[in-house]
C-alpha cells in the first residue's frame, strides 16, 4: 500500500518535472528568429511619414535614421533586410500578427505597450511632448492650453498628456501637413508633438512668427520591439545587445549628424555611461 | 406616336364596368437615373481638366504670398515625387478598382439571377442582401471586412498572409455587388415581358429562355450602368487610405511628410490626386454617355 502510493508519488513527481521543463522549452521557441535565419530575410517595420527617422525618398524607398538602423540589425544577423512602412496605429499589429519580425517605428516606450509588444532595453533615444504655438497667443504655462483647441497628430501619445493632464481639447490629424495648416488658420492655439520635431520647424525659418514656449515634459525613452514571445529569448537579448553598441560606440550619434538631428544629450550622456572602462 | 386615340378606362374615363387588360407598363430600360454620376462628369467641359491644373499649381503662390516658400518650389517638389505618386500610388488604385470590379460583377450577377428566381427562399434573401449592401456606408463595410476578416489563412500547415489591400477589395466589391445586383434585375425586368410570353409559346424553358432570350438583350443594357459603376468605384478607392493601404493619398502624405511637412504643398499634392482622377474616369463618363445613346431601346 504504502510502496503503491510512494511509486504513484514518484510517478507524478517525474510527470510534474517534465511539464515544467516543457513550459519552460514552450516560452523560447524562438520562432522568429529561427524563421528570419533559414529564410535569410529580416523583416523590419519603419515609419513612411516621420522625416527623418523614417521617410521615403523620391524613387520610393524607405530612408531615415530608423532604416539605417534596420540596415545594421540585418547586416549583424548576416540576412537580406525588408522593410515594411508601419503607421502608429498599426505598427504594434503588425508585430503580433507576424508581418513584420521587428520594430524601430519612433515608438515611445509605455507600459501598456510593453503587454502587447518586446520592448527590450536600453532605450536607444528619447523625446518630450511640447508644443509650437503662435507667437501673438503668448501661452506661457501648460495650463493656459486648458478646454483651448490643440492640433496633434493621430495615433500619437503627446494627445493624451495634454488632453488627460491640461484639459485641452485636441484635434487629430492625419499628417503633419494637415495639422500644421490648422495652426496657420488658428483653428487651434497650438500645436503637440515631439520637442525634436517642432525645433526643426523652428530652426527652417518656415515658422517665424510661431515659438515652442514651454518646457519639455514627459522626456519618454523610445523603444524597438519584438514579439512578445521572444522578448526574453535569442531576438530580444541580441536587439538588447545591439542597442548597447549603437549607444557606446556613438554610432547613433553618427547617424543622428547624418540626417541632421539636433544632437542631443540623451545619446552623449549614455555613451559615457556604457563606456568600455579599458578604452583610453 | 402623334395623337392617342381615346381609350376608355386607360387615358380617358372608364365607360364599362368590365375587366380591361390594360397595357404593360414598361420601365424604361438601364433607367436614365442608373448613370446619373456619369452623366454629371460628362457634362464638364474638357478644359475643366488643365483649369483646374493651373489652379492647383498657382495656390502656394496667392495663399502664401508672405511665404519663402515659393511657387516654383512646391511645383518642382511635385514633379519629383510625380512618378512615384503615379507609379507606385495611382496604378495600384486601378489595380485595386479592376480588381474589386471584376470581384463585384461576379458576385452582383449571380445575386441578380438570385432575386429573380420565381423560389421565394432563394429570390427573398438575395433581395435583402442587396439592399443591405446597396444601403450601407462603404466606409462602415470596409471597416467591417478588416477587422473581421484574418490576417491569415492556414491551410494544412501553409500559412497564407492576406495582405490589408485584398481586404480592401473584398470590403469594397461588397457595395458593388449589390449594386451589380440591381442593375442585374432592373435589365432583365426591362426587357417587354412580350419576350419571355413569346419564349413560352415556343416552349423554352424558363432557363433557355433566360440564358438565350432574356440574358443577350440586356447585356449591351447593362453596360452603362456598369461603366458607371465603376468610375464610382474608382473615385472610391482613396477611401482604403483611411485602412493604411498604400495607395495614391497614403503615399501622398508621406511625400509631403518627406518635403518637411509644409501645409504649401497641401493643395498642389491633393489637387494632383483629383486631377489624375479625374483624366482616368472622364474618359469613361464620356464613353458611358456614348454608349448609352447607342443602346437606348426605341419603344
Same mark, same amino acid.
Not at chain 1, 500578427?97 to 502587447?116: N, P, V
Not at chain 2, 424558363?206 to 443577350?216: A, D, G, K, S, V
Given at each position: 500500500?504504502?510502496?503503491? *502510493?510512494?511509486?504513484?508519488?514518484?510517478?507524478?513527481?517525474?510527470?510534474?518535472?517534465?511539464?515544467?521543463?516543457?513550459?519552460?522549452?514552450?516560452?523560447?521557441?524562438?520562432?522568429?528568429?529561427?524563421?528570419?535565419?533559414?529564410?535569410?530575410?529580416?523583416?523590419?517595420?519603419?515609419?513612411?511619414?516621420?522625416?527623418?527617422?523614417?521617410?521615403?525618398?523620391?524613387?520610393?524607398?524607405?530612408?531615415?535614421?530608423?532604416? +539605417? @538602423?534596420?540596415?545594421?540589425?540585418?547586416?549583424?544577423?548576416?540576412?537580406?533586410?525588408? @522593410?515594411?512602412?508601419?503607421?502608429?496605429?498599426?505598427?504594434?499589429?503588425?508585430?503580433?500578427?507576424?508581418?513584420? +519580425?521587428?520594430?524601430?517605428?519612433?515608438?515611445?516606450?509605455?507600459?501598456?505597450?510593453?503587454?502587447?509588444?518586446?520592448?527590450?532595453?536600453?532605450?536607444?533615444?528619447? *523625446?518630450?511632448?511640447?508644443? @509650437?504655438?503662435?507667437?501673438?497667443?503668448?501661452?506661457?504655462?501648460?495650463?493656459?492650453?486648458?478646454?483651448?483647441?490643440?492640433?496633434?497628430?493621430?495615433?500619437?501619445?503627446?494627445?493624451?498628456?495634454?488632453?488627460?493632464?491640461?484639459?485641452?481639447?485636441?484635434?487629430?490629424?492625419?499628417?503633419?501637413?494637415?495639422?500644421?495648416?490648422?495652426?496657420?488658420? &488658428?483653428?487651434?492655439?497650438?500645436?503637440?508633438?515631439?520637442?525634436?520635431?517642432?525645433?526643426?520647424?523652428?530652426? *527652417?525659418?518656415?515658422?517665424?512668427?510661431?515659438?515652442?514656449?514651454?518646457?519639455?515634459?514627459?522626456?519618454?525613452?523610445?523603444?524597438?520591439?519584438?514579439?512578445?514571445?521572444? &522578448?526574453?529569448?535569442?531576438?530580444?537579448?541580441? @536587439?538588447?545587445?545591439?542597442?548597447?553598441?549603437?549607444?557606446? *560606440?556613438?554610432?547613433?550619434?553618427?547617424?543622428?549628424?547624418?540626417?541632421?538631428?539636433?544632437?542631443?544629450?540623451?545619446?552623449?550622456?549614455?555613451?559615457?555611461?556604457?563606456?568600455?572602462?579599458?578604452?583610453? | 406616336?402623334?395623337?392617342?386615340?381615346?381609350?376608355?378606362?386607360?387615358?380617358?374615363?372608364?365607360?364599362?364596368?368590365? #375587366?380591361?387588360?390594360?397595357?404593360?407598363?414598361?420601365?424604361?430600360?438601364?433607367?436614365? =437615373?442608373?448613370?446619373?454620376? =456619369?452623366?454629371?462628369?460628362?457634362?464638364?467641359?474638357?478644359?475643366?481638366?488643365?483649369?483646374?491644373?493651373?489652379?492647383?499649381?498657382?495656390?502656394?503662390?496667392?495663399?502664401?504670398?508672405?511665404?519663402?516658400?515659393?511657387?516654383?518650389?512646391?511645383?518642382?517638389?511635385?514633379?519629383?515625387?510625380?512618378?512615384?505618386?503615379?507609379?507606385?500610388?495611382?496604378?495600384?488604385?486601378?489595380?485595386?478598382?479592376?480588381?474589386?470590379?471584376?470581384?463585384?460583377?461576379?458576385?452582383?450577377?449571380?445575386?441578380?439571377?438570385?432575386?429573380?428566381?420565381?423560389?421565394?427562399?432563394?429570390?427573398?434573401?438575395?433581395?435583402?442582401?442587396?439592399?443591405?449592401?446597396?444601403?450601407?456606408?462603404?466606409?462602415?463595410?470596409?471597416?467591417?471586412?478588416?477587422?473581421?476578416?484574418?490576417?491569415?489563412?492556414?491551410?494544412?500547415?501553409?500559412?497564407?498572409?492576406?495582405?490589408?489591400?485584398?481586404?480592401?477589395?473584398?470590403?469594397?466589391?461588397?457595395?458593388?455587388?449589390?449594386?451589380?445586383?440591381?442593375?442585374?434585375?432592373?435589365?432583365?425586368?426591362?426587357?417587354?415581358?412580350?419576350?419571355?410570353?413569346?419564349?413560352?409559346?415556343?416552349?423554352? =424553358?424558363?432557363?433557355?429562355?433566360?440564358?438565350?432570350?432574356?440574358?443577350?438583350?440586356?447585356?449591351? /443594357?447593362?453596360?452603362?450602368?456598369?461603366?458607371?459603376?465603376?468610375?464610382?468605384?474608382?473615385?472610391?478607392?482613396?477611401?482604403?487610405?483611411?485602412?493604411?493601404?498604400?495607395?495614391?493619398?497614403?503615399?501622398? /502624405?508621406?511625400?509631403?511628410?518627406?518635403?518637411?511637412?509644409?501645409?504649401?504643398?497641401?493643395?498642389?499634392?491633393?489637387?494632383?490626386?483629383?486631377?489624375?482622377?479625374?483624366?482616368?474616369?472622364?474618359?469613361? #463618363?464620356?464613353?458611358?454617355?456614348?454608349?448609352?445613346?447607342?443602346?437606348?431601346?426605341?419603344?
Amino acid at each position: 500500500m504504502f510502496k503503491k *502510493s510512494l511509486k504513484l508519488g514518484i510517478a507524478t513527481g517525474v510527470a510534474l518535472a517534465t511539464a515544467v521543463t516543457a513550459a519552460a522549452a514552450a516560452q523560447c521557441s524562438n520562432d522568429t528568429w529561427k524563421k528570419v535565419m533559414s529564410a535569410g530575410k529580416l523583416v523590419v517595420g519603419v515609419k513612411a511619414d516621420y522625416k527623418p527617422w523614417g521617410f521615403r525618398d523620391p524613387s520610393g524607398k524607405l530612408i531615415g535614421m530608423e532604416a +539605417d @538602423m534596420a540596415q545594421d540589425v540585418a547586416d549583424a544577423m548576416g540576412v537580406e533586410l525588408e @522593410m515594411v512602412p508601419v503607421q502608429s496605429s498599426n505598427r504594434m499589429q503588425f508585430l503580433e500578427q507576424g508581418k513584420i +519580425d521587428l520594430m524601430i517605428a519612433t515608438m515611445s516606450d509605455r507600459e501598456d505597450r510593453r503587454k502587447i509588444v518586446g520592448i527590450v532595453g536600453p532605450n536607444y533615444y528619447t *523625446s518630450g511632448t511640447n508644443v @509650437m504655438s503662435p507667437k501673438a497667443v503668448g501661452i506661457t504655462k501648460w495650463e493656459d492650453l486648458k478646454d483651448k483647441p490643440v492640433c496633434g497628430k493621430q495615433g500619437a501619445f503627446y494627445n493624451k498628456i495634454v488632453t488627460e493632464r491640461y484639459g485641452a481639447k485636441v484635434v487629430a490629424f492625419t499628417g503633419n501637413a494637415e495639422a500644421k495648416q490648422a495652426l496657420r488658420d &488658428k483653428k487651434c492655439i497650438a500645436w503637440v508633438y515631439d520637442d525634436s520635431s517642432i525645433m526643426s520647424d523652428l530652426s *527652417s525659418g518656415e515658422y517665424n512668427d510661431f515659438e515652442m514656449p514651454l518646457n519639455s515634459e514627459d522626456d519618454n525613452p523610445w523603444g524597438l520591439a519584438v514579439p512578445l514571445a521572444e &522578448k526574453n529569448c535569442v531576438f530580444g537579448n541580441f @536587439m538588447s545587445g545591439m542597442q548597447y553598441n549603437w549607444l557606446s *560606440s556613438g554610432r547613433l550619434i553618427e547617424l543622428e549628424k547624418k540626417w541632421g538631428i539636433q544632437p542631443t544629450k540623451f545619446l552623449a550622456d549614455k555613451k559615457e555611461q556604457y563606456k568600455d572602462w579599458l578604452a583610453k | 406616336m402623334a395623337m392617342l386615340k381615346s381609350i376608355p378606362g386607360i387615358n380617358s374615363a372608364s365607360t364599362t364596368d368590365m #375587366a380591361v387588360l390594360k397595357p404593360v407598363s414598361v420601365a424604361t430600360p438601364g433607367g436614365a =437615373s442608373d448613370i446619373n454620376f =456619369s452623366r454629371f462628369i460628362a457634362d464638364l467641359p474638357w478644359w475643366l481638366l488643365p483649369a483646374l491644373a493651373a489652379i492647383f499649381m498657382m495656390w502656394p503662390l496667392a495663399a502664401y504670398a508672405q511665404s519663402t516658400y515659393t511657387m516654383a518650389d512646391a511645383t518642382s517638389a511635385l514633379v519629383k515625387w510625380l512618378p512615384f505618386l503615379v507609379f507606385q500610388g495611382f496604378v495600384f488604385n486601378i489595380l485595386i478598382s479592376i480588381t474589386t470590379m471584376a470581384l463585384g460583377t461576379f458576385a452582383g450577377v449571380v445575386l441578380g439571377l438570385m432575386q429573380i428566381s420565381p423560389n421565394r427562399l432563394i429570390s427573398k434573401p438575395a433581395w435583402l442582401i442587396t439592399q443591405t449592401f446597396r444601403n450601407s456606408p462603404w466606409l462602415v463595410l470596409l471597416f467591417i471586412v478588416m477587422l473581421a476578416f484574418p490576417f491569415k489563412i492556414e491551410i494544412g500547415g501553409l500559412i497564407i498572409q492576406i495582405p490589408d489591400w485584398i481586404k480592401a477589395v473584398f470590403g469594397l466589391s461588397l457595395p458593388i455587388m449589390a449594386n451589380i445586383s440591381e442593375v442585374v434585375r432592373g435589365a432583365i425586368a426591362s426587357v417587354p415581358s412580350g419576350q419571355w410570353e413569346a419564349a413560352e409559346s415556343l416552349a423554352y =424553358s424558363r432557363q433557355q429562355t433566360l440564358w438565350r432570350i432574356i440574358l443577350p438583350q440586356c447585356f449591351k /443594357r447593362m453596360i452603362p450602368p456598369w461603366m458607371n459603376w465603376y468610375a464610382i468605384l474608382t473615385m472610391a478607392t482613396p477611401l482604403v487610405s483611411l485602412l493604411g493601404v498604400e495607395e495614391i493619398v497614403t503615399l501622398s /502624405r508621406q511625400a509631403m511628410a518627406a518635403e518637411n511637412g509644409r501645409p504649401e504643398l497641401l493643395v498642389p499634392f491633393y489637387g494632383f490626386c483629383l486631377v489624375i482622377f479625374f483624366a482616368y474616369c472622364y474618359p469613361i #463618363a464620356r464613353g458611358t454617355i456614348a454608349l448609352e445613346r447607342k443602346y437606348t431601346v426605341k419603344l
